[in-house]
């Protein structure tokens, strides 16, 4: 089941995990306007499942009327996380006709800061005690990678690169931020992030 969901907001009740994904970046510009300090992780749960919140957001909604229960609290966690701060955010939620709740989930964002427009995604799945997820940001800059490592993610520890040209930048066991090359000095920057 594939729904478009256009622009939706997130209500003041739901719990507010960072600034924009997209916005990490400090002390250096995208497009000549000055970025947002870089946002921390999504928080984790160990052992226990995500409690579902009193009001979910309206990726959540549309989740739940689609048939999924089990990654409700984790769905309504990690897409307000990456869209909180956003000016505008869309998304594609593609969830699975035959049983839902006992499949993954997939959703698509496209994600737009004063500064910056990023696509997101995000994937769910039922565990046996709650909901595991991971998620990918993808934006970008118009700097070099160094730059984008050393003033956007000057918190997380370099690690080496994959071959030869991606960086590598670590924030724990969960997070890892790829770092490519685009163009003569722009950088793409990928965050990807495993939630349990």
Same mark, same amino acid.
């Given at each position: 089941?594939?729904?478009?969901?256009?622009?939706?907001?997130?209500?003041?009740?739901?719990?507010?995990?960072?600034?924009?994904?997209?916005?990490?970046?400090?002390?250096?510009?995208?497009?000549?306007?000055?970025?947002?300090?870089?946002?921390?992780?999504?928080?984790?749960? +160990? /052992?226990?499942?995500?409690?579902? $919140?009193?009001?979910?957001? +309206?990726?959540?909604?549309?989740?739940? /009327?689609? @048939?999924?229960?089990?990654?409700? @609290?984790? *769905?309504?966690?990690?897409?307000?996380?990456?869209?909180?701060?956003?000016?505008?955010?869309?998304?594609?939620?593609?969830?699975?006709?035959?049983?839902?709740?006992?499949?993954?989930?997939?959703?698509?964002?496209?994600?737009?800061?004063?500064?910056?427009?990023?696509?997101?995604? +995000?994937?769910?799945?039922?565990?046996?005690?709650?909901?595991?997820?991971?998620?990918?940001?993808?934006?970008?800059?118009?700097?070099?990678?160094?730059?984008?490592?050393?003033?956007?993610?000057?918190?997380?520890?370099?690690?080496?690169?994959?071959?030869?040209? *991606?960086?590598?930048?670590?924030?724990? $066991?969960?997070?890892?931020?790829?770092?490519?090359? +685009?163009?003569?000095?722009?950088?793409?920057?990928? /965050? /990807?992030?495993?939630?349990?």
């Amino acid at each position: 089941m594939n729904n478009l969901l256009p622009r939706f907001s997130l209500t003041a009740s739901i719990l507010v995990m960072g600034i924009m994904v997209s916005s990490c970046a400090k002390d250096f510009t995208a497009n000549n306007k000055e970025i947002l300090p870089a946002a921390t992780t999504a928080p984790t749960t +160990a /052992k226990k499942p995500v409690e579902v $919140p009193a009001q979910l957001n +309206a990726l959540a909604q549309a989740a739940q /009327k689609a @048939g999924v229960t089990d990654c409700l @609290g984790r *769905i309504n966690q990690v897409s307000s996380f990456l869209t909180t701060g956003a000016e505008q955010s869309g998304a594609s939620l593609t969830i699975s006709p035959q049983t839902p709740n006992e499949h993954t989930t997939s959703i698509a964002f496209e994600i737009k800061s004063p500064q910056v427009l990023s696509y997101a995604s +995000a994937d769910f799945a039922p565990l046996a005690v709650g909901c595991g997820g991971t998620y990918e940001a993808v934006t970008h800059w118009q700097n070099s990678c160094k730059d984008v490592a050393t003033k956007g993610y000057a918190q997380l520890k370099f690690v080496g690169v994959i071959q030869k040209s *991606i960086l590598v930048l670590e924030g724990g $066991p969960q997070l890892r931020v790829y770092l490519m090359p +685009a163009g003569k000095d722009g950088c793409v920057a990928i /965050k /990807k992030e495993v939630v349990y």
